[in-house]
């Protein structure tokens, strides 16, 4: 994963949960169980969005979530499952959807047990378009242009139209009266999730897109907690400040054993997203006072900068691990060769994750997620969802169906629904081991790499059957990192120069930060680089979010 998120970079981390938990659903450790939001006038919206419905059947979680965004957690999966969905949203007829997938496509219709009474419990023909993600612009843009869009379909802000605005109030059903305030309650599973992901819906000032909710932020990265207690940490409370945490990861630092403190990526500047959080950099965007004030043009991020130049001179990075891909970055840490890296939260549970994959290599090994540290950190929430989905305009009976489709896909965890669209059907898509969590059959681990989850989802839980520790460790860290979140203020705002040159920016601004952590550019050069980004389109940027956040405001 590329270290440095752009803004809707928690894309690429759903991406990277959606790949592994297609074929095993124990991954599933995102999500903000009881996540609530400020009131949607305090967040700059004038509309009421969802309100938020626990769902009246839940089950009692071993590790409860709060009403800030920190997940439920259950160490095995419940044996008695409950119905969230009433009856069928479907009167016959047909829901057709083009979803996005990461993986191989599934057994059709006919040789697919769990598409088939997934059907029969909607009430209705399940059309899916399957698109293989890397085709979805050219997809997207054909649909669009022959008139084709399928009556659900997800919305993708790098892969998509160019003015959204305009696209959604001519292409796309508003839901803003279907589902705001207490009219969402008429969808139970929808009402369940709560106000925080809804926000990411939200379109010049109306409701449009249906969230698929994750677990509100990617965290800090992961570090090996049996190397820190060799050093004689054993608590990282222990470590007070950053200069501290220097002299840790230097100690830790031992070249001649094969060993560093940090191992990064291709694009990662060096771990920059790590230290970027503990300096309290600010998440892209910072509103103060009404005026918006970018990261590269605060002092936070400077400070940060700075200090993980000071790790590279002092040879705690890995040496050359800027250019390794994903996977090399990986097994090095796997292999105890870096006590520390950067990896969405998503990456720690679950099969050919870090838990599992360390434990494997050596049982001794005790990776964790890396906590707070000092008392400047501020937790980007830039995870928040996986996506959107839009509805095509259609007539109100039409849009309340694809809404109860919706609100089947959202079904939360220990549902039938859920149980279904995530293992298919008992005995032949899934058996129930000793302790009656769901294991996939052959058959099962094909059936369910239909992308049916990404249609709608519920709050995801924290739930790993292998390993009670790892689910623990991963309740604890949400419950340390949320509270510390801050969200991206322009993300329910539109700007047509964002759409047009984020991705040329955002290239700019890695390369020579990159370049001046790397030494070959002095740090003076930030300044440089900041006025270069404003006069390039960050300035216009600025201004169009200014102008977008004061039309939606009070």
Not at 55 to 69: C, N, Y
Not at 116 to 123: C, D, F, T, Y
Not at 396 to 418: C, H, I, N, Q, T
């Amino acid at each position: 994963m590329n270290e440095s998120l752009s803004r809707r970079g928690f894309l690429r981390l759903g991406a990277i949960t959606a790949a592994g938990a297609a074929a095993a659903p124990l991954l599933a450790a995102c999500g903000g169980g009881g996540a609530a939001a400020p009131p949607a006038k305090a967040q700059g919206l004038t509309i009421k969005l969802p309100a938020y419905l626990p769902p009246s059947a839940a089950l009692k979680p071993d590790l409860p979530g709060t009403p800030a965004g920190v997940p439920d957690a259950y160490f095995s999966y419940p044996k008695e499952l409950f119905k969230s969905v009433a009856k069928p949203p479907m009167s016959g007829g047909t829901a057709k959807i083009a979803l996005k997938t990461f993986l191989s496509p599934p057994p059709p219709r006919e040789r697919n047990a769990a598409w088939q009474e997934i059907e029969k419990r909607l009430g209705g023909t399940l059309d899916i378009q399957i698109v293989p993600s890397d085709d979805w612009p050219t997809k997207f843009n054909t649909m669009v242009a022959g008139g084709t869009l399928p009556d659900l379909f997800p919305y993708i802000e790098t892969q998509g139209t160019s003015n959204l605005p305009a696209f959604v109030a001519s292409q796309c059903a508003d839901l803003t009266a279907l589902l705001g305030g207490d009219a969402v309650k008429a969808y139970p599973n929808l009402a369940a999730i709560p106000e925080a992901f809804w926000r990411e819906g939200v379109v010049a000032g109306k409701l449009y897109g249906i969230p698929v909710p994750r677990n509100m932020a990617g965290g800090l990265g992961f570090y090996r907690h049996d190397q820190f207690a060799a050093a004689g940490v054993s608590d990282l409370a222990q470590i007070t400040d950053l200069d501290r945490f220097f002299e840790l990861l230097k100690e830790l630092t031992r070249p001649q054993e094969r060993r560093w403190g940090i191992v990064t990526a291709t694009g990662g500047m060096f771990g920059l997203s790590i230290i970027s959080q503990l300096f309290g950099s600010t998440n892209l965007w910072r509103l103060e006072g009404g005026k918006f004030l970018a990261d590269i043009e605060t002092e936070e991020y400077k400070a940060a900068v700075e200090y993980t130049r000071k790790l590279r001179e002092a040879g705690i990075i890995y040496p050359g691990s800027e250019g390794f891909d994903t996977l090399k970055r990986k097994n090095e840490f796997n292999a105890g060769h870096a006590a520390i890296t950067y990896d969405g939260m998503p990456a720690f549970l679950g099969p050919g994750n870090f838990l599992q994959t360390q434990k494997k290599i050596d049982p001794k090994a005790d990776p964790r997620p890396l906590l707070p540290i000092g008392t400047k950190t501020k937790v980007s929430l830039n995870n928040v969802v996986f996506g959107i989905n839009l509805i095509k305009k259609a007539d109100e009976a039409k849009v309340k169906e694809m809404l109860g489709v919706a609100d089947f896909f959202a079904a939360p965890f220990g549902s039938e629904e859920y149980t279904l669209i995530n293992y298919g059907v008992e005995t032949t898509d899934h058996t129930r081991d000793d302790q009656g969590n769901p294991v996939l059959t052959e058959q099962g681990a094909k059936d369910i790499t239909a992308p049916w989850k990404y249609a709608a989802a519920p709050t995801q839980a924290v739930y790993d059957a292998t390993s009670r520790d790892g689910v623990k460790l991963m309740h604890e860290a949400f419950t340390k990192l949320i509270p510390l979140g801050v969200a991206d203020p322009t993300t329910a705002l539109y700007s047509p120069t964002e759409g047009a040159r984020f991705e040329a920016l955002h290239t700019m601004k890695v390369d020579r930060i990159t370049s001046i952590i790397a030494g070959r550019s002095p740090v003076s050069d930030l300044d440089q680089l900041a006025k270069d980004w404003r006069a390039q389109g960050g300035d216009k940027m600025r201004a169009e979010f200014e102008e977008a956040s004061q039309k939606t405001g009070d």
